[in-house]
Structure formats: structure tokens, C-alpha cells
């Protein structure tokens, strides 16, 4: 067997590691009456008697979409449960279907909204709000740094509801939710933490704030990805259709149903882009999936099991588990020490095995020894290097 390592077989692993670089890939709950998420079940993630409108839209991401969205005392537009719509009503209504438009992409963790730096900066809307949300928005952050210590959250001053270029300006707006602008861009970001609403609903508290702040780094529901029927099945006939005028033997998962009645099937939508992030496993226990519950007719559940092993939760998650910790790494992988350990070590080692030579070459004397020569070496160099990144924790 050819086991002599030459200087081409030396540079030839230098060259070939080096290429093989790349960095490691890596529960919304929602009070049944009044929609809301938190570490109580009154808090509001959707306002209570808030009323929800189902459009359809055509984009150039998703094709034909249906949203369920709802309108802010503030004006501001909220889909997806608590996702604010970069936009105004107006300009969503323009993205209805055979009207064109580019409805703005949203993913489970979208690359291309990362702050920079793993920076990301807020203020808040008032010295009120400041007042009524620092304890709540300290914890979230804290909760949030303990598996990604490498993200910076830089407070800005002075306290100010005008929007600022590339800052999340937090309010307390009563009766207006709990939600937030999806990852950085370089416009007003926002969020919202209720803190009371007369008409009724309750408070935004500290799990509200780190599932909002897990929109604000950049993530978005797992109970939206393209492969959540595998592992939790949506079940239409249980969503609370939020009507009194839904006919006998009718459920959410008819059409042609009268206008007011299931408004809410929008925020189960499945987003199906290839271009979007949606590497890793699915994880019922990440702090952005909703419980088993959600927007149900009492009694019963929108979201169950759908293979072995699966257990949808009936209440939110506190914090982030490993999962979610892993997904912000690879958003921020410039500033994660695990990816820069991986990257240094030249991991995850993507590296191919090569046929040896056949019968009869000759290897040794040769002017010029062919490649196949070298493929023991290459071969027990890429397993050893597949060994030291699965020990490392980055295959």
C-alpha cells in the first residue's frame, strides 16, 4: 500500500481543507381567547377583540399567500400573530393577488437581516415606557445572552418615539400588543410590549419579550417552515373560526365561507421559499412555536403531533433551548466563538473519499506519480478531520 506522504500530498491537503470550509448549520403560545403569549395566559401578543382581516396576496417569495393581519390603534400593521409589516396598510393591500407588488421575505432565520456586528441598538418610545418595560427588556436581553454571549445590545439615548435609522425603538402602547419588525434594516424598527389595555388583556411580560426579541435578531415562527407537516400537523377543523354566522357542518378548513370567519387561517401559513433559512432540525420547544392551542376552539388543538417522539407543547417556553441559540449563531456566525472555532479548525470538514489506484501503478519512481497515488493519505487526513470536528461539535 503507498504510504508515503510527498510535498504534492502536503499541498495537496493544505489546498484541499482549505476549500472544504464552511461555517455549522446549526413555544409561540397563544391564550385561546384572546390570543396572547407570555409567562401568563393573559398576556396579549394579539390584543383581545382585536379583529383580524384574511387577504390574499401575490408575491414574487411565496406566490399566492394568505395573510391574516390586523391594524394597530397605532396604524400599524401586524401579520402573522405579532410580526410588524414593514409597511403601511396601503402598500399591503398592493401586494394583493393580480396586483404584482414584493411582499418583503421573512424566514425562520434570515440571513440578510443580521445586525452588524451582532449589535443590535434600541431605545425606548418614552421615559413611561422606559419605566413600565426596562426590568422586562433587561431579562429578555440577559435571557438571550446566556447562550449567545457574543450579541451586543446597545441602549440609545435619549428616550425618543421619533423612529431612527437601524434602532428598535420600544414602546408600551396600551392595547396594541405584543410584537415586533423582523430582524435589522436599515430603516425605524419596532417593537411593542403592552402593558395594560383597559378593554381588557393583559401584560407583555419577560417570555413575551425574549420570543419579540427573537424576532427583532432575526427569527420567525417554526410553526411556518415548509417541512412542520413531518413533525406537527396544522388541524384547520379546530381553528375558532371567530364568527357566529359560520354555517352548520361548516369548519376553518372550508372556502366560500362569510366574510369575518376565519381570519385567522393566515397565521398557520407554511412559507415555502427555497431561498430562505430553514436548515437544522425542527424543534417544538424553540421559544418562536406556537403551543399545541393556538387560536382554538375551546377545547380542542390547532397543532398535534405528526410522527414519533413529537410533543407539542400546551404552554410557551421561557427561553431559548440549544436549538434557537445554534439558529442565531449561524445568523451571526461572524461574532459565535463556535463558529469561529469550527472555521479555524477547518469545520465542518466537507471533504470527499478518493478510489485508490488500481492494481499495478506505480507510484514510487514515477516522474510524475498520478493523484490516485495520494488517496490513502487524503482519505485517513479527511476522517481524521471529521473526528476532530465531531469532537469539536461542529459536524
Not at 42 to 54: E, G, H, I, Q
Not at 126 to 140: G, R, Y
Not at 238 to 258: E, R, V, Y
Request: aromatic share 8%.
Amino acid at each position: 500500500m503507498y504510504s508515503f506522504v510527498s510535498t504534492s500530498v502536503l499541498l495537496s491537503l493544505s489546498v484541499y481543507f482549505s476549500l472544504s470550509l464552511s461555517a455549522p448549520s446549526s413555544p409561540l403560545t397563544l391564550d385561546p381567547r384572546m390570543g396572547s403569549y407570555g409567562e401568563d395566559n393573559d398576556s396579549p401578543l394579539c390584543p383581545k377583540f382585536r379583529n383580524f382581516t384574511a387577504l390574499t396576496i401575490q408575491d414574487d417569495f411565496y406566490g399566492a399567500r394568505d395573510i391574516s393581519y390586523f391594524v394597530t390603534n397605532t396604524g400599524r400593521v401586524i401579520v402573522d400573530g405579532d410580526v410588524l409589516y414593514d409597511g403601511t396598510e396601503d402598500q399591503l393591500l398592493g401586494r394583493r393577488k393580480g396586483q404584482g407588488g414584493n411582499y418583503k421575505p421573512r424566514s425562520f432565520s434570515n440571513n440578510n437581516r443580521k445586525w452588524p456586528g451582532g449589535k443590535l441598538r434600541y431605545k425606548y418610545a418614552s421615559n413611561d415606557a422606559e419605566t413600565k418595560l426596562k426590568a422586562i427588556v433587561d431579562e429578555a436581553i440577559k435571557r438571550w445572552k446566556t447562550g449567545a454571549p457574543y450579541l451586543t445590545f446597545e441602549r440609545v439615548m435619549p428616550n425618543s418615539n421619533a423612529g431612527e435609522n437601524g434602532v428598535l425603538t420600544i414602546s408600551a402602547t396600551e392595547c396594541d400588543g405584543c410584537h415586533s419588525t423582523i430582524g435589522y434594516l436599515n430603516s425605524d424598527r419596532r417593537m411593542n410590549l403592552q402593558q395594560a389595555c383597559p378593554s381588557g388583556g393583559g401584560q407583555c411580560g419577560a417570555n413575551t419579550a425574549t420570543h419579540e426579541f427573537g424576532h427583532a435578531l432575526g427569527l420567525i415562527h417554526e410553526h411556518q417552515r415548509p417541512d412542520r407537516e413531518s413533525y406537527v400537523h396544522y388541524n384547520c377543523k379546530n381553528l375558532d373560526p371567530g364568527c357566529n354566522n359560520i354555517p352548520a357542518g361548516k369548519t376553518c378548513c372550508d372556502s366560500g365561507l362569510p366574510a369575518g370567519c376565519c381570519t385567522k387561517r393566515g397565521n398557520f401559513d407554511i412559507l415555502t421559499d427555497a431561498a430562505l433559512d430553514h436548515t437544522g432540525k425542527y424543534d417544538v420547544g424553540s421559544i418562536m412555536h406556537y403551543r399545541r392551542n393556538s387560536f382554538a376552539i375551546s377545547g380542542k388543538e390547532t397543532l398535534t403531533s405528526a410522527a414519533a417522539g413529537i410533543v407539542v407543547p400546551s404552554t410557551n417556553a421561557a427561553n431559548p433551548d440549544q436549538t434557537d441559540f445554534d439558529r442565531i449563531c449561524k445568523i451571526y456566525s461572524a461574532q459565535c466563538d463556535k463558529v469561529q472555532q469550527c472555521k479555524n479548525n477547518g469545520c465542518p470538514a466537507n471533504c470527499a473519499t478518493f478510489l485508490p489506484c488500481p492494481s499495478g501503478t506505480k507510484c514510487f519512481g514515477a516522474p510524475e506519480p498520478p493523484f490516485c497515488c495520494e488517496a490513502e493519505a487524503l482519505n485517513k487526513a479527511c476522517e481524521a478531520k471529521k473526528q476532530k470536528c465531531k469532537q469539536l461539535g461542529c459536524d
